[in-house]
Structure formats: structure tokens, C-alpha cells
């Protein structure tokens, strides 16, 4: 009797040590729910270059663990900068996306400069999970190419009226007829218009006749605005710049009675935007000197 106690005994104790065994092995190793970036076509998922003020498309697809069953609470996206998070998603999820959370989202960053742009996901437990990627936000604009100090002469004068933006090279009358495609601004001095930054294809320069622009058969349409732009505001522009609209409305064949300090905002026939700054028309008159911007 005592001999089948003891085995009963020893077969309870194997039992619960079974019993404990299980139980060890349904520990949940990962109790986390999952998120992850939609890819393909136009979503952003990996480490990227974006213009200052550019949307761009994040995608995310996340769900609850299958294991804990946890429902998902909350979802974020931050925007991490020099150490400064800032939070550009905070949503607390409905009832119908507690077990899958599937959005997209248009993202928007002002502020040139790297960071950290990281999803998070979080259920009912506090358990939560995180994907990211590096976003590069460069300034918005085009790249811009400054000349300074370009001196003009009118019609009779040797220093040349004809300017080339795009090889900033100025020409006489003679050269200019040679390189018709290349000029796209001409300065000259009249009894009406005064100092004039003017078209190819303006009807008072074409009145010119030591011009000779009646025998041209290019002559590149440039448009100028006269702008309130200040010299100090002109000379501020780096490398970089963000040309305003090109109102062609507002614009002429020319920007005449120019004054010393004044800025002109030009689009060439080729696209082109510039301004142009008067810095000096000298006492003599028929002169100038100009400052340009002009995009490359």
C-alpha cells in the first residue's frame, strides 16, 4: 500500500512538473504589435532628399500582436531635428482599426536640414513599434549665378549695349549681330524712355538705327517687371533663391527711366529668370553699370 502511495506521489509531482514546463514555454518572446512603411510608386520609405515646403507621401500598414491580441491605440509620426522632435501625426484610433491600421499621409517640412521622420504604433498594453527613415530637406528655389559690376555704353559708345545672360558676356553692335540667339537684354539712353534696360525685339530700341536690329532675325523676347525690391534685398540673395510668379501681364518690352537703385525682375525667351540692379548711370549719361541674378 505504502509502495503504490509513494508512486502516486511521484506521478502527481511529474504531473505539475510537466504542467510548469508548458507554461514556461507559452511565455510571449514578443508581445510587440508591427508597423511598416508602404513602398512602391509614389510613398517615401527609405532615407530621402526633399525640397523645403514639397509634400511627399508616407504610407504605413500596422497591426495588432496575434499572439496578446493587444488592440491598437494610437498612432504618431515625429519629426526629429537637431534634437527637437516635432509631431506631424497624433491619432487616436477608432474602434474599426484596432486590430489593422492601414493610412497614408502627406508630410510637409519647413526648415532646411537633416532628421529622423519615425512611425510609432501602440496598443492597449503600452507595447509599441517604430520604423523611420532620414529625410534631407534641402532650400527650396534654383540654383542662381551672381555678376556684378557690368558696365554698358549706348549706342555710341565702344563699351557694348548688348547683354548675353546665359554667357553674361556683353557685346558691341557689331558683335552683337553676330551672336543674335545669345543677346537678350540691350541698354540705351533716349530723349523719352531715359536709361533702359530693353528687349531685342522692344519697338524703340528697333528705332535705333545705329542698332541695326532691322536686319536681325533672332531677337529674343525678353519681359521685364520694375519691382520694389531694395539694393540691400537684391545683394541678400545666395545661391540659392525662390523666384517669385512672372506676371507676364505686368510685364513690357522693356523697364525704362531707370534710376540708380532700382531692380528689375526679367524672364528671357528661354525661361529664365534674373533681376537686374542699376548700381551706377554715372553723370555723363549713355552709361551704366548693373548688377545680375540670373537663374542657371
Known amino acids: ?105 502627406q508630410i510637409t517640412l519647413n526648415g532646411v536640414g537633416e532628421g529622423i521622420l519615425k512611425a510609432k504604433i501602440t496598443d492597449e498594453k503600452g507595447e509599441y513599434a517604430e520604423v523611420s527613415f532620414k529625410v534631407t530637406v534641402k532650400q527650396a528655389g534654383v540654383e542662381v549665378k551672381k555678376k556684378t559690376n557690368v558696365e554698358f555704353g549706348s549706342f555710341n ?23 543674335q540667339a545669345l543677346v537678350d537684354i540691350i541698354f540705351f539712353d533716349g530723349a523719352t524712355n531715359h536709361n533702359t534696360l530693353a528687349a531685342p525685339d522692344d519697338a524703340d530700341a528697333n528705332s535705333i538705327n545705329d542698332f541695326n536690329l532691322v536686319n536681325w532675325t533672332k531677337k529674343n523676347k525678353t519681359r521685364f517687371i520694375l519691382t520694389t525690391m531694395t539694393a540691400a534685398e537684391f545683394d541678400a540673395i545666395g545661391e540659392i533663391y525662390q523666384f517669385p510668379e512672372f506676371v507676364e501681364a505686368n510685364a513690357s518690352t522693356k523697364a ?29 549719361g549713355s552709361k551704366a553699370k548693373v548688377d545680375f541674378i540670373v537663374e542657371q
Open 1 to 105: 500500500m505504502k509502495k503504490n502511495l509513494l508512486i502516486l506521489f511521484m506521478a502527481v509531482i511529474g504531473m505539475a512538473a510537466t504542467m510548469t514546463s508548458c507554461e514556461k514555454d507559452d511565455v510571449i518572446l514578443d508581445p510587440k504589435p508591427t508597423i511598416n512603411f508602404k513602398g512602391g510608386g509614389n510613398y517615401v520609405s527609405s532615407d530621402v532628399t526633399v525640397t523645403e515646403g514639397e509634400n511627399f507621401t508616407v504610407g504605413v500598414n500596422a497591426a495588432a500582436n496575434v499572439e496578446t491580441n493587444a488592440k491598437l491605440k494610437s498612432f504618431t509620426i515625429v519629426f526629429t531635428s537637431n534634437n527637437v522632435p516635432t509631431t506631424l501625426i497624433d491619432e487616436q484610433l477608432e474602434k474599426a482599426q484596432e486590430n489593422n491600421y492601414s493610412k497614408d499621409f
Open 157 to 179: 559708345d565702344a563699351i557694348g549695349s548688348f547683354y548675353g545672360t546665359s554667357n553674361e558676356t556683353v557685346y558691341t553692335i557689331s558683335q552683337a549681330f553676330q551672336n
Open 256 to 284: 525704362n527711366n531707370l534710376a540708380a537703385g532700382n531692380v528689375v525682375y526679367f524672364k528671357t525667351e528661354a525661361g529664365k529668370h534674373g533681376y537686374a540692379k542699376i548700381v551706377d548711370l554715372y553723370t555723363k
